[in-house]
Protein backbone atom coordinates (compact mmCIF):
# COMPACT_ATOMS: atom_id res chain seq x y z
CA UNK A 1 0.00 0.00 0.00
CA UNK A 2 2.79 2.44 1.05
CA UNK A 3 4.63 2.25 -2.43
CA UNK A 4 1.58 3.59 -4.33
CA UNK A 5 1.87 6.88 -2.00
CA UNK A 6 5.67 7.21 -3.23
CA UNK A 7 6.73 5.66 -0.56
CA UNK A 8 10.28 3.05 -0.60
CA UNK A 9 9.51 -0.65 -0.48
CA UNK A 10 11.88 -1.42 2.34
CA UNK A 11 11.27 -5.15 2.01
CA UNK A 12 13.43 -4.93 -1.12
CA UNK A 13 16.92 -3.87 -1.16
CA UNK A 14 16.48 -1.81 -3.74
CA UNK A 15 13.88 0.44 -2.11
CA UNK A 16 16.20 0.84 0.40
CA UNK A 17 19.36 1.46 -1.75
CA UNK A 18 17.51 3.93 -3.35
CA UNK A 19 17.00 5.85 -0.08
CA UNK A 20 19.71 5.43 1.83
CA UNK A 21 22.62 5.56 -0.78
CA UNK A 22 25.28 6.46 1.93
CA UNK A 23 24.63 3.04 3.75
CA UNK A 24 25.35 0.91 0.82
CA UNK A 25 28.85 -1.35 1.90
CA UNK A 26 28.01 -0.27 5.69
CA UNK A 27 24.56 -1.34 6.65
CA UNK A 28 22.15 -3.43 5.27
CA UNK A 29 18.22 -3.25 6.26
CA UNK A 30 18.39 -5.60 8.89
CA UNK A 31 21.35 -3.97 10.03
CA UNK A 32 19.53 -0.98 10.56
CA UNK A 33 16.04 -2.01 11.40
CA UNK A 34 17.89 -4.12 14.55
CA UNK A 35 17.64 -2.80 18.52
CA UNK A 36 21.53 -3.53 18.89
CA UNK A 37 22.19 -0.94 15.77
CA UNK A 38 20.57 1.66 18.45
CA UNK A 39 22.92 0.83 20.61
CA UNK A 40 26.09 0.49 18.44
CA UNK A 41 25.11 3.74 16.39
CA UNK A 42 23.01 6.10 17.71
CA UNK A 43 23.42 8.68 15.56
CA UNK A 44 22.44 6.33 12.37
CA UNK A 45 20.10 4.62 13.88
CA UNK A 46 18.17 7.79 14.65
CA UNK A 47 18.80 9.00 11.01
CA UNK A 48 17.41 6.17 9.88
CA UNK A 49 14.18 5.57 11.76
CA UNK A 50 14.10 9.97 12.16
CA UNK A 51 14.00 10.12 7.95
CA UNK A 52 11.30 6.94 8.18
CA UNK A 53 9.25 9.32 10.66
CA UNK A 54 9.05 12.00 8.62
CA UNK A 55 8.87 10.75 5.84
CA UNK A 56 5.57 8.57 6.51
CA UNK A 57 4.62 11.85 8.71
CA UNK A 58 4.61 14.16 5.12
CA UNK A 59 3.20 11.54 2.66
CA UNK A 60 -0.44 11.60 2.10
CA UNK A 61 -1.94 8.10 1.83
CA UNK A 62 -2.97 7.46 -2.01
CA UNK A 63 -6.52 7.57 -3.17
CA UNK A 64 -6.89 3.43 -2.30
CA UNK A 65 -7.18 3.70 1.10
CA UNK A 66 -10.45 5.82 0.07
CA UNK A 67 -11.51 3.48 -2.22
CA UNK A 68 -10.79 0.89 0.18
CA UNK A 69 -13.60 3.14 2.80
CA UNK A 70 -15.91 3.26 0.39
CA UNK A 71 -15.84 -0.99 0.07
CA UNK A 72 -15.88 -1.48 3.39
CA UNK A 73 -19.12 1.09 3.85
CA UNK A 74 -20.94 -0.50 1.50
CA UNK A 75 -24.74 -1.49 2.47
CA UNK A 76 -23.76 -5.43 1.88
CA UNK A 77 -20.75 -5.34 3.95
CA UNK A 78 -21.61 -6.19 7.36
CA UNK A 79 -18.55 -5.17 9.01
CA UNK A 80 -14.64 -5.09 8.54
CA UNK A 81 -11.04 -5.37 9.75
CA UNK A 82 -7.67 -3.69 8.56
CA UNK A 83 -4.93 -6.26 9.60
CA UNK A 84 -1.60 -4.14 8.37
CA UNK A 85 2.30 -5.26 8.92
CA UNK A 86 3.20 -1.44 7.69
CA UNK A 87 4.09 0.88 10.81
CA UNK A 88 3.11 4.07 8.80
CA UNK A 89 -0.13 4.65 10.88
CA UNK A 90 -1.69 5.62 7.11
CA UNK A 91 -4.78 3.79 7.49
CA UNK A 92 -5.51 6.13 10.76
CA UNK A 93 -3.85 8.89 8.92
CA UNK A 94 -6.41 8.22 6.00
CA UNK A 95 -9.77 8.16 8.46
CA UNK A 96 -9.67 4.46 9.25
CA UNK A 97 -10.88 4.64 12.88
CA UNK A 98 -8.39 3.47 15.85
CA UNK A 99 -10.19 0.40 17.06
CA UNK A 100 -10.80 -1.35 13.50
CA UNK A 101 -7.13 -1.70 12.71
CA UNK A 102 -4.44 -4.00 13.76
CA UNK A 103 -0.63 -3.37 13.97
CA UNK A 104 0.71 -6.39 13.82
CA UNK A 105 4.57 -4.63 14.06
CA UNK A 106 3.68 -1.82 16.03
CA UNK A 107 3.94 1.91 14.75
CA UNK A 108 6.42 4.79 14.53
CA UNK A 109 4.23 7.11 15.68
CA UNK A 110 4.71 5.66 19.11
CA UNK A 111 7.96 5.59 20.60
CA UNK A 112 9.11 3.67 23.69
CA UNK A 113 12.12 3.66 25.74
CA UNK A 114 14.58 1.52 25.38
CA UNK A 115 15.45 1.22 29.42
CA UNK A 116 11.91 1.57 30.96
CA UNK A 117 9.78 0.29 28.25
CA UNK A 118 7.41 3.38 28.50
CA UNK A 119 5.26 4.01 24.96
CA UNK A 120 4.98 7.75 24.18
CA UNK A 121 3.56 9.30 21.55
CA UNK A 122 5.70 10.37 18.66
CA UNK A 123 3.44 13.30 17.73
CA UNK A 124 5.57 16.24 19.25
CA UNK A 125 9.02 14.44 18.13
CA UNK A 126 11.39 15.94 15.30
CA UNK A 127 14.67 13.89 14.13
CA UNK A 128 16.94 16.06 12.28
CA UNK A 129 19.75 14.76 10.67
CA UNK A 130 22.08 15.08 7.57
CA UNK A 131 20.70 14.40 4.26
CA UNK A 132 23.39 12.92 2.63
CA UNK A 133 25.04 10.89 5.47
CA UNK A 134 21.73 10.35 7.14
CA UNK A 135 23.40 10.99 10.74
CA UNK A 136 21.31 12.53 13.15
CA UNK A 137 22.09 15.41 15.08
CA UNK A 138 22.22 15.70 18.88
CA UNK A 139 19.80 15.79 21.06
CA UNK A 140 17.80 11.90 20.01
CA UNK A 141 14.83 11.30 21.30
CA UNK A 142 14.63 11.09 25.41
CA UNK A 143 12.50 9.20 27.50
CA UNK A 144 11.02 12.32 29.56
CA UNK A 145 10.99 10.05 32.98
CA UNK A 146 14.47 8.08 33.02
CA UNK A 147 16.09 10.34 30.18
CA UNK A 148 17.68 7.20 28.07
CA UNK A 149 17.13 7.18 24.62
CA UNK A 150 14.05 6.44 23.02
CA UNK A 151 13.15 3.85 19.93
CA UNK A 152 10.26 3.62 17.49
CA UNK A 153 7.42 1.06 19.12
CA UNK A 154 8.11 -1.16 16.18
CA UNK A 155 8.94 -4.78 16.16
CA UNK A 156 12.19 -5.19 14.28
CA UNK A 157 14.96 -7.53 13.71
CA UNK A 158 16.31 -10.12 16.75
CA UNK A 159 14.08 -7.61 18.56
CA UNK A 160 13.75 -9.16 21.95
CA UNK A 161 12.82 -5.85 23.61
CA UNK A 162 9.76 -4.79 21.48
CA UNK A 163 6.82 -3.78 24.00
CA UNK A 164 3.73 -5.00 21.91
CA UNK A 165 1.42 -4.28 24.37
CA UNK A 166 -0.35 -1.61 21.87
CA UNK A 167 -0.36 -4.06 19.33
CA UNK A 168 -1.77 -6.78 21.46
CA UNK A 169 -4.80 -4.26 22.57
CA UNK A 170 -5.54 -4.02 18.90
CA UNK A 171 -5.08 -8.31 18.49
CA UNK A 172 -7.93 -7.92 20.91
CA UNK A 173 -9.99 -5.90 19.27
CA UNK A 174 -9.54 -7.89 16.08
CA UNK A 175 -10.19 -11.25 17.63
CA UNK A 176 -13.73 -9.86 19.35
CA UNK A 177 -14.61 -9.06 15.26
CA UNK A 178 -13.40 -12.23 14.35
CA UNK A 179 -16.02 -13.67 16.68
CA UNK A 180 -18.87 -12.42 15.86
CA UNK A 181 -19.06 -13.74 12.19
CA UNK A 182 -21.78 -16.02 12.09
CA UNK A 183 -22.89 -19.59 10.47
CA UNK A 184 -23.42 -18.38 7.11
CA UNK A 185 -21.20 -15.05 6.74
CA UNK A 186 -19.40 -14.74 3.46
CA UNK A 187 -16.18 -13.69 4.32
CA UNK A 188 -13.59 -11.94 2.03
CA UNK A 189 -9.85 -11.70 2.62
CA UNK A 190 -8.56 -8.46 0.72
CA UNK A 191 -4.34 -8.68 1.08
CA UNK A 192 -2.35 -6.06 -0.93
CA UNK A 193 0.83 -6.34 -1.61
CA UNK A 194 2.11 -9.00 1.37
CA UNK A 195 5.52 -10.06 0.86
CA UNK A 196 6.98 -13.59 1.33
CA UNK A 197 10.16 -12.60 3.19
CA UNK A 198 8.04 -11.57 6.63
CA UNK A 199 5.07 -13.40 6.35
CA UNK A 200 3.13 -12.37 8.99
CA UNK A 201 -0.11 -11.27 7.14
CA UNK A 202 0.12 -13.82 4.12
CA UNK A 203 -0.18 -16.52 7.23
CA UNK A 204 -3.15 -14.39 8.48
CA UNK A 205 -4.55 -14.54 5.30
CA UNK A 206 -4.11 -18.06 4.35
CA UNK A 207 -5.28 -19.43 7.74
CA UNK A 208 -8.78 -17.29 7.43
CA UNK A 209 -8.98 -19.03 4.10
CA UNK A 210 -8.27 -22.47 5.39
CA UNK A 211 -10.76 -21.75 8.83
CA UNK A 212 -13.72 -20.22 7.41
CA UNK A 213 -16.09 -22.01 5.82
CA UNK A 214 -17.14 -19.47 3.31
CA UNK A 215 -13.86 -17.31 3.34
CA UNK A 216 -12.81 -16.13 0.21
CA UNK A 217 -9.25 -14.71 -0.28
CA UNK A 218 -8.34 -12.22 -3.09
CA UNK A 219 -4.74 -11.64 -3.47
CA UNK A 220 -3.18 -8.23 -4.96
CA UNK A 221 0.39 -8.66 -5.75
CA UNK A 222 2.65 -7.74 -8.46
CA UNK A 223 5.40 -10.44 -7.70
CA UNK A 224 4.25 -13.03 -5.15
CA UNK A 225 1.20 -14.52 -5.95
CA UNK A 226 1.65 -18.24 -4.74
CA UNK A 227 0.08 -19.96 -2.30
CA UNK A 228 1.81 -21.47 0.74
CA UNK A 229 0.90 -25.17 -0.49
CA UNK A 230 0.89 -24.33 -4.32
CA UNK A 231 0.62 -21.95 -7.31
CA UNK A 232 -2.58 -20.98 -8.88
CA UNK A 233 -2.93 -22.56 -12.18
CA UNK A 234 -5.78 -23.79 -14.62
CA UNK A 235 -6.40 -26.84 -12.19
CA UNK A 236 -8.93 -26.40 -9.08
CA UNK A 237 -7.96 -28.49 -5.93
CA UNK A 238 -8.04 -27.81 -2.65
CA UNK A 239 -4.98 -25.40 -2.51
CA UNK A 240 -6.78 -23.32 -5.07
CA UNK A 241 -10.33 -23.27 -3.88
CA UNK A 242 -11.75 -19.70 -3.05
CA UNK A 243 -8.08 -17.91 -3.67
CA UNK A 244 -8.35 -15.31 -6.87
CA UNK A 245 -5.13 -13.82 -7.80
CA UNK A 246 -4.55 -10.39 -9.71
CA UNK A 247 -0.90 -9.39 -10.15
CA UNK A 248 -0.94 -6.07 -10.02
CA UNK A 249 -0.14 -2.84 -7.83
CA UNK A 250 -2.55 -2.23 -5.14
CA UNK A 251 -3.92 0.84 -6.29
CA UNK A 252 -4.85 -0.47 -9.66
CA UNK A 253 -6.34 -3.52 -8.74
CA UNK A 254 -8.21 -1.67 -6.15
CA UNK A 255 -9.08 1.07 -9.02
CA UNK A 256 -10.27 -1.49 -11.02
CA UNK A 257 -12.21 -3.61 -8.17
CA UNK A 258 -13.96 -0.42 -7.16
CA UNK A 259 -15.28 0.03 -11.26
CA UNK A 260 -16.68 -3.55 -11.03
CA UNK A 261 -18.92 -2.98 -7.80
CA UNK A 262 -19.95 0.42 -9.19
CA UNK A 263 -21.32 -1.60 -12.15
CA UNK A 264 -23.56 -3.67 -10.24
Same mark, same amino acid.
Given at each position: ????????????????????????????????????????????????????????????????????????????????????????????????? /????? #????? %?? *???? !????? +???????????????????????????????????????????????????????????????????????? /????? #????? %?? *???? !????? +?????????????????????????????????????????????????????
Amino acid at each position: MGVDSGLPDFRGSSGFWKTYKNFRGKFHFTDCANPAFLQEHPAYFWGFYGHRLHLYRDTEPHQGFQILKEIVNLPNVKDYFVVTSNVDGHFQKAGFP /ENKVY #EVHGS %IN *YLQC !SKCNT +VTSAEKTTVKYDPETFEAFPPLPQCIDCKDVLRPNILMFNDGEWNHQRSHDQETEFYKFKNKFEEGDNVVVL /ELGAG #EAVAT %IR *YISE !SHRRQ +VKNCWLIRINPRDLKLSGGYYGKSFNENEERYIPIKETGLKALTEIRQELLKN
